[in-house]
């Protein structure tokens, strides 16, 4: 059994306070760099009075809880605060300030610490005027530009905004913390619950692997000696297979963990910045984009697939003994790849793109929108884009979306709203133009040109062409940087490797009316799928350099005929799919 491991929320030190050891409240850091809890600090202090100096708990090093100089690198105490600069300043800085109020500094607005302590003013109190109608306070906040306004700036600058009143906007925040707070814990509960899972099918690869080692034995047991170095070689096989899933599942498990420590920083985050006295207007445009990359963090889907797809894996995997004494004492069965589904639509699939781990996002030839679909049959209708057909998609991160429309040459660039970031125009080609995403966001363009177009994530710039003989219609990158082609439907259909540079690498070539579409996963191992009269024909790649060693083939899986035109994606480690015409195939392939 897997030994009790700690709670990885109570784990980091980065979150915990050294004096309650609780999460940080209203978390203060001292000029040595250590942090406290405000209240634990001020309840330390409260033991310290017989010295003038308070002593850091962790270093004594000497500290205040006073204000500080933020104006200059001393650290000295801090007699008077400017409205303008947002700094705190000691005598030195005070004094230079005042003496650059005629050019530098002209209208900036200084206030005495003493006078704010014996008035009671707070100096977010203070810094609550507006920079252009200095006498009007910034109590409206616009929800286009995300700042705060005072009313004469609604007029003149932000006019036809949206803008809301501050304690509204302050309500609103507390009531989406509140409701993140408990998505959060809802979801670190299933995580938690997922982790427990993932422990459990390791343990069912343990024995999988165990029985065929115990079938190997007893087949070698009854051979003679001299049999023993294949013994050897076979079990080597099995403890390959085992260390492989067992540093796969490994993962998964370190992918849950790492996930339930990003949410709770920013969940920490979150609930601290809702916690203090003053909103300013800064924390709050930035307590919202914390909000909004939280909820981003909690949207993503859990993989609840993989653990069990590697057990399976090895499950099917059995141990075939020899009954002649004279050969090896035997070899593995290879499992065979399966379609596990199939669903038909009324129009042709002309775009198709991976939306995590069961499930891809389809566009049909003439549509105005896309369609999630999942391996189970699950659909889901997504964005739509008024006056403009898909021709291909693809995703970035943020949910980002990459769109080839109707247009010979033009892409676009979407928000997760649906709101166009921007427009990119390439040079024109024999078709329309296949878009595919980079390991950096990059964007990759083929159009059946002499090139492959390589723009940067934002689409605004094209970093550099690709030159390439073949008439690519299809191109992806994979993580070690090689660029993967595809003529696709042409005949000869040509599968190629390049570098960035043009540098040519492996060329695979089908025989006439044979159609090759490539795919790229996680660990830069590709599928090539090889599409003749109704047959489906899948190989695995192992990727060296710019060379393709092929792995495996597995046998022919019969399709329904339909066009040429066809889309493989790699979904997980043991799924694919693959679209052809109007057919959407979800194939499980063995997990070598």
């Given at each position: 059994?897997?030994?009790q491991?700690e709670?990885?929320?109570?784990?980091?030190?980065?979150l915990t306070?050294?004096?309650?050891?609780?999460?940080?409240?209203?978390?203060?850091?001292?000029?040595?760099?250590?942090?406290?809890?405000?209240?634990?600090?001020?309840?330390?202090?409260?033991?310290?009075?017989?010295?003038?100096?308070?002593?850091?708990?962790?270093?004594?090093?000497?500290?205040?809880?006073?204000?500080?100089?933020?104006?200059?690198?001393?650290?000295?105490?801090?007699?008077?605060?400017?409205?303008?600069?947002?700094?705190?300043?000691?005598?030195?800085?005070?004094?230079?300030?005042?003496?650059?109020?005629?050019?530098?500094?002209k209208?900036?607005?200084?206030?005495?610490?003493?006078d704010?302590?014996?008035?009671?003013i707070?100096?977010?109190?203070?810094?609550n005027?507006?920079?252009?109608?200095?006498?009007?306070?910034?109590?409206?906040f616009?929800?286009?530009?995300?700042?705060?306004?005072?009313?004469k700036?609604?007029?003149?600058?932000?006019?036809?905004?949206?803008?809301?009143n501050?304690?509204?906007?302050?309500?609103?925040?507390?009531?989406t913390?509140?409701?993140?707070?408990k998505?959060?814990?809802?979801?670190?509960?299933?995580?938690?619950?997922?982790?427990?899972?993932?422990?459990?099918?390791?343990?069912?690869?343990?024995?999988?692997?165990?029985?065929?080692?115990?079938?190997?034995?007893?087949?070698?047991?009854?051979?003679?000696?001299?049999?023993?170095?294949?013994?050897?070689?076979?079990?080597?096989?099995?403890?390959?297979?085992?260390?492989?899933?067992?540093?796969?599942?490994?993962?998964?498990?370190?992918?849950?963990?790492?996930?339930?420590?990003?949410?709770?920083?920013?969940?920490?985050?979150?609930?601290?910045?809702?916690?203090?006295?003053?909103?300013?207007?800064?924390?709050?445009?930035?307590?919202?984009?914390?909000?909004?990359?939280l909820?981003?963090?909690?949207?993503?889907?859990?993989d609840?697939?993989?653990?069990?797809?590697?057990?399976?894996?090895?499950?099917?995997?059995?141990?075939?003994?020899?009954?002649?004494?004279?050969?090896?004492?035997?070899?593995?069965s290879?499992?065979?790849?399966?379609?596990?589904?199939?669903?038909?639509f009324?129009?042709?699939?002309?775009?198709?793109?991976?939306?995590?781990i069961?499930?891809?996002?389809?566009?049909?030839?003439?549509?105005?929108?896309?369609?999630?679909?999942?391996?189970?049959g699950?659909?889901?209708?997504?964005?739509?884009?008024?006056?403009?057909?898909?021709?291909?998609?693809?995703?970035?991160?943020?949910?980002?979306?990459?769109?080839?429309?109707?247009?010979y040459?033009?892409?676009?660039?979407?928000?997760?709203?649906g709101?166009?970031?921007?427009?990119?125009?390439?040079p024109?080609?024999?078709?329309?133009?296949?878009?595919?995403?980079?390991?950096?966001?990059?964007?990759?363009?083929?159009?059946?040109?002499?090139?492959?177009?390589?723009?940067?994530?934002?689409?605004?710039?094209?970093?550099?062409?690709?030159?390439?003989?073949?008439?690519?219609?299809q191109?992806?990158?994979?993580?070690?940087?090689?660029?993967?082609?595809?003529?696709c439907?042409?005949?000869?259909?040509?599968?190629?490797?390049f570098?960035?540079?043009?540098?040519?690498?492996?060329?695979?070539r089908?025989?006439?009316?044979?159609?090759?579409?490539?795919?790229?996963?996680?660990?830069?191992?590709?599928?090539?799928?090889?599409?003749?009269?109704?047959?489906?024909?899948?190989?695995?790649?192992?990727?060296?350099?710019?060379?393709?060693?092929?792995?495996?083939?597995?046998?022919?899986?019969?399709?329904?005929?339909?066009?040429?035109?066809?889309?493989?994606?790699?979904?997980?480690?043991?799924?694919?799919?693959?679209?052809?015409?109007?057919w959407?195939?979800?194939?499980?392939?063995?997990?070598?």
């Amino acid at each position: 059994m897997a030994e009790q491991e700690e709670d990885p929320l109570m784990s980091s030190q980065n979150l915990t306070c050294p004096l309650c050891l609780e999460m940080f409240k209203d978390a203060t850091i001292l000029t040595c760099g250590h942090t406290f809890c405000r209240i634990c600090l001020e309840n330390y202090d409260e033991t310290q009075r017989e010295v003038a100096d308070m002593a850091c708990p962790l270093c004594r090093v000497t500290t205040k809880l006073d204000s500080q100089c933020t104006a200059c690198e001393f650290g000295k105490d801090a007699v008077s605060f400017c409205i303008a600069c947002s700094y705190y300043m000691c005598e030195g800085c005070d004094e230079g300030h005042g003496q650059l109020m005629t050019t530098f500094f002209k209208g900036h607005q200084v206030v005495s610490l003493d006078d704010v302590k014996e008035k009671d003013i707070s100096i977010d109190e203070l810094s609550n005027k507006c920079s252009i109608h200095k006498r009007d306070d910034k109590d409206l906040f616009c929800k286009d530009c995300k700042v705060f306004i005072c009313y004469k700036c609604t007029i003149v600058s932000h006019r036809d905004h949206v803008i809301k009143n501050q304690p509204d906007v302050v309500d609103e925040l507390k009531n989406t913390v509140d409701r993140l707070i408990k998505l959060s814990e809802s979801t670190i509960a299933s995580l938690k619950e997922n982790i427990g899972f993932i422990e459990n099918k390791k343990e069912g690869v343990q024995e999988a692997t165990q029985k065929l080692r115990a079938d190997v034995m007893e087949a070698v047991h009854v051979k003679s000696i001299q049999l023993q170095e294949n013994e050897r070689m076979l079990l080597e096989q099995v403890d390959a297979l085992q260390e492989r899933c067992d540093g796969d599942i490994d993962t998964l498990k370190e992918n849950a963990v790492n996930r339930i420590q990003n949410i709770s920083r920013s969940l920490a985050l979150v609930k601290d910045g809702i916690k203090t006295r003053h909103l300013e207007m800064d924390r709050l445009t930035e307590h919202s984009l914390l909000c909004e990359e939280l909820e981003a963090i909690l949207g993503e889907a859990f993989d609840e697939t993989s653990a069990k797809d590697i057990v399976e894996s090895v499950e099917e995997v059995k141990f075939l003994p020899t009954d002649n004494i004279h050969e090896e004492v035997g070899q593995f069965s290879t499992p065979t790849c399966r379609i596990i589904n199939k669903f038909e639509f009324p129009k042709h699939i002309q775009g198709m793109v991976k939306k995590n781990i069961n499930s891809v996002v389809i566009a049909q030839y003439g549509g105005q929108s896309v369609i999630k679909i999942k391996s189970n049959g699950d659909k889901q209708d997504m964005q739509k884009l008024p006056s403009m057909f898909y021709y291909d998609i693809a995703f970035q991160s943020r949910s980002k979306m990459v769109v080839s429309s109707n247009s010979y040459y033009e892409i676009h660039v979407h928000a997760k709203d649906g709101s166009r970031l921007a427009t990119m125009e390439v040079p024109r080609g024999g078709d329309y133009p296949k878009v595919s995403i980079g390991p950096s966001d990059e964007i990759l363009v083929a159009n059946k040109s002499s090139q492959v177009f390589i723009y940067e994530s934002s689409g605004q710039t094209l970093t550099h062409t690709i030159p390439t003989p073949n008439l690519p219609k299809q191109a992806f990158a994979t993580m070690s940087g090689a660029i993967v082609t595809s003529s696709c439907d042409a005949n000869p259909s040509v599968v190629q490797l390049f570098d960035k540079d043009g540098n040519a690498g492996t060329s695979i070539r089908a025989l006439q009316g044979e159609y090759l579409y490539p795919a790229v996963d996680s660990k830069d191992r590709i599928f090539i799928a090889k599409v003749k009269k109704g047959t489906l024909l899948l190989t695995l790649y192992e990727l060296k350099g710019l060379d393709l060693r092929k792995k495996a083939q597995f046998e022919k899986l019969k399709i329904s005929p339909g066009s040429n035109a066809c889309y493989l994606v790699c979904l997980s480690r043991g799924m694919l799919a693959f679209a052809c015409g109007c057919w959407l195939y979800f194939v499980k392939v063995p997990y070598i």
